[in-house]
């Protein structure tokens, strides 16, 4: 198991702005992920945070509206940019463990995200 | 490429009922498949995995789950529920092999489970 915490918990912010999400790791990690999800919907990953390179997006999301950061093994920040309502969401951060049993992710408890 | 189907988006049961989440997979090479567990307001928690080692898995707080080649199935069990089973539950699939989609989890649209007095 891991303990995985993100920051902050929930916010509410005004359309146009900005929001850093932090998510820190008890122990070093290779490989850590972006989730959202959607009110009343499943998870969508958005990226895999690269340690020392630049993330690697999925189809539908881009650097510019989620830059994200991953300057050691157990640290990684998501951006979400000019944010619109649209961008309300539950935003997930998962580091992959490798041990007995194979690889496994284990899921911050989310930022819940409200745009006005 | 990856997907999940979970038939039911709600499950309702009794208290000591036998509880049963349907989840059915579809990949290209083996999978390693997952159940997670989020409970209202908070993140998701591993109930159990399978890797490729026993196909029946036994998870936390008396859920398991078989795995079945030929049904492309992985269904979530549990004998007796438990009114603290009340919540949503997600079954999730990833490719246990290397490659640009090694490690990313593919999730179903989730189940919420409601037990009854």
């Known amino acids: 198991s891991a303990v995985i915490s993100q920051k902050p918990s929930r916010d509410i912010c005004q359309r146009g702005t900005s929001l850093t999400i932090q998510c820190q790791v008890d122990?070093?990690?290779?490989?850590m992920f972006w989730y959202r999800q959607q009110p009343g919907q499943s998870l969508t990953l958005i990226a895999t945070?690269?340690?020392?390179?630049?993330?690697?997006?999925e189809s539908g999301f881009v650097i510019d509206k989620f830059p994200i950061s991953r300057p050691n093994l157990t640290f990684s920040t998501l951006t979400v940019s000019n944010m619109s309502p649209e961008d309300s969401s539950i935003y997930l951060c998962s580091a992959q463990f490798t041990g007995e049993g194979g690889d496994t992710q284990y899921f911050g408890p989310g930022t819940r995200l409200t745009v006005l | 490429a990856q997907s999940v189907t979970q038939l039911g988006s709600h499950v309702s049961v009794s208290e000591g009922a036998l509880v049963l989440l349907r989840c059915n997979y579809s990949?290209?090479?083996?999978?390693?498949l997952f159940w997670y567990v989020q409970y209202p307001n908070q993140g998701l928690q591993l109930l159990l995995k399978y890797t490729s080692a026993a196909t029946l898995v036994k998870g936390i707080n008396g859920f398991e789950a078989e795995f079945k080649k030929s049904e492309t199935s992985f269904h979530l069990t549990k004998p007796s529920a438990h009114m603290s089973d009340a919540a949503e539950y997600f079954c999730a699939v990833s490719l246990n092999a290397g490659g640009t989609s090694y490690g990313k989890l593919t999730f179903g649209q989730g189940t919420i489970l409601t037990v009854h007095p």
């Open positions: 945070a690269n340690q020392g390179s630049e993330a690697t997006y």
């Open positions: 122990s070093q990690v290779t490989m």
């Open positions: 990949s290209s090479v083996p999978p390693y």
